[in-house]
């Protein structure tokens, strides 16, 4: 049993390489918080970082086995005729999306957000166990057939 987490198409990594050589700056860049999953005994708690942002300001959503996580921080700084700035926190709308695994109960799924730190507890679906079917031999009366023979060792 897993849950996957979709893969944003370029890691941070790569963005720094490729801005480094196109002259990118990080305000073209799109902001993806960091999000960490942990599998526990009955559950998965997924946290994901949101500074800045509020309760109101996350949404989550579950559809079709997927659970997506989006929302938008906006820019803090104003405009300036005059001087320059150094903008390096990223800003602007996020999504975030990990397939759950078949048989989670959506509705079981609970969230908290505490000081920027969005907590998702996930519970892990049952285990579906094996039904035992009792198969019955009968005459009709509802009496189990009796059954004459012998047996030799050989």
């Known amino acids: 049993m897993a849950l996957l987490v979709k893969p944003e198409p370029f890691t941070r990594e790569i963005d720094r390489v490729f801005d480094a050589f196109f002259g990118q700056t990080d305000q073209g860049r799109r902001w993806v918080p960091p999000m960490d999953l942990v599998e526990v005994e009955d559950h998965f708690v997924l946290k994901a970082d949101l500074p ?14 997927t ?12 405009e300036r005729e005059k001087g320059w700035y150094r903008i390096e926190r990223a800003f602007g709308s996020f999504n975030r999306s990990l397939t759950l695994p078949d048989g989670v109960d959506a509705d079981r799924i609970d969230a908290s957000f505490a000081n920027g730190v969005l907590e998702v507890r996930i519970p892990k679906p049952e285990e579906r166990k094996p039904r035992r079917i009792s198969i019955s031999s009968g005459d009709g009366n509802g009496k189990p057939a009796e059954v004459e023979g012998t047996a030799k060792e050989a």
């Open 67 to 78: 659970l997506t996580i989006s929302g938008e921080r906006k820019a803090e700084h104003e």
């Open 52 to 65: 800045g942002l509020a309760e109101g300001d996350v949404n989550i959503e579950v559809q079709d086995g």
